[in-house]
């Protein structure tokens, strides 16, 4: 028994641990991307001249929904677009982008519905249960991208925010930040291995590993909180779901932020709607929370930028959170609106469920076949 005892206690420092490098490196990486984007573009200048097909807000959206559909991690595309606008990215760009990530980061529970087509109930409401994230994401970009064109609210807000901390005032961290010089030997390690290319090639080539760095991390990441924090988690999502939309949407924050995957989270919740435990209804506001709870990410990646970036940075990962806030804030607290994503979640379900075709078309369309022939059309 105490053998088996000890043995559970290094499991669980071990796994700490891992965590805990883990999170260096995708610090590590995001710092990478970051100064390889800024050798490969030559600066600022530079910078323009790559990000010239992306200046329409609908491809920037696109590609952000394409990008985080491919990689299945909403986490993993804002943490490059974090080191991307460090590395010159325009925050115009960048902010579509991230709505773009909101989008795509839905295809994952609703690949988890399609484990259920067998059984037509099952397959209507696990599929309704998930659906329900995508258009209310489809929502929040409707809503808030015209806004932030015409206006650049999210920008102006998240941008004093983040001169508050980051800024010339008495008040800057800069002095006390000391993610840099731990960061620095590694990425120096990086530079140093591709140096003998010339300077675009070596830049690329940074980018490339610090956009793997950042996979690898962010899914052993998740795998490991999920087995150190899933247990809880799970209790977490059983005790709140039907508790109330506020406790729904704080829980569903909470345990995005413990297991740093809102894909994990609303994927838990889909065979308990399957299987009509909850309903789409009271799944919806958990769902929400998830969407706050995943632009941790993003923060904990612009700690990662030093120096004249710090601030923007620092302001698109902001804008990553506000967007979600204030579209969970405004959509939910509005009952016409509140009712949208989950009138159309039911009705797809319901086509999805007598047509399977149908079901299956509405997945590749929509994240990878729509999205890839408008950027070519607008291009």
Partial sequence: MVNQNSSSTLSKAFNWLSIAFLVYIVLVAVSTVSGGFKLASGGSEGAKEIFAFATNPLVALLLGALATALVQSSSTVTSVIVGLVAGGLPIGIAIPMVMGANIGTTITNTLVSIGHIRNKEEFRRAFSAST?????????????????????????????????????????????????????????????????????????????????????????????????????????????????????????????????????????????????????????????????????????AATAITGAAAEVALTIALVHVMFNVFAVALIYSVPVLREIPLTLAEKLAHIGSENKTAALGYVLGSFFVFPGLIMLAVR
């Fill in 132 to 300: 329900v994230h995508d258009f209310f994401n489809l929502l929040a970009v409707a809503i808030f991208l015209p806004l932030e064109i015409l206006f650049g609210i999210l920008e102006k807000l998240a941008a004093s925010l983040s001169h508050l901390f980051i800024g010339d005032t008495d008040l800057s961290l800069k002095g006390y930040n000391f993610i840099k010089p731990i960061v620095k030997p590694t990425v120096n390690v990086v530079k140093d291995a591709v140096s003998f290319l010339d300077n675009t090639a070596a830049g690329v080539a940074m980018v490339v590993v610090g956009i793997l760095m950042i996979l690898f991390a962010v899914t052993y990441l998740g795998k490991l909180l999920k087995q150190v924090l899933v247990g809880k988690a799970k209790e977490l999502l059983h005790s709140a779901i039907g508790r109330g939309p506020l406790v729904g949407i704080g829980s569903g924050a909470v345990v995005t932020v413990m297991v740093q995957s809102s894909s994990t989270t609303t994927s838990l919740m889909i065979p308990l709607a399957g299987s009509g435990v909850f309903t789409t209804r009271q799944i919806y506001p958990f769902t929400l929370g998830a969407n706050i709870g995943t632009t941790i990410t993003a923060l904990l």
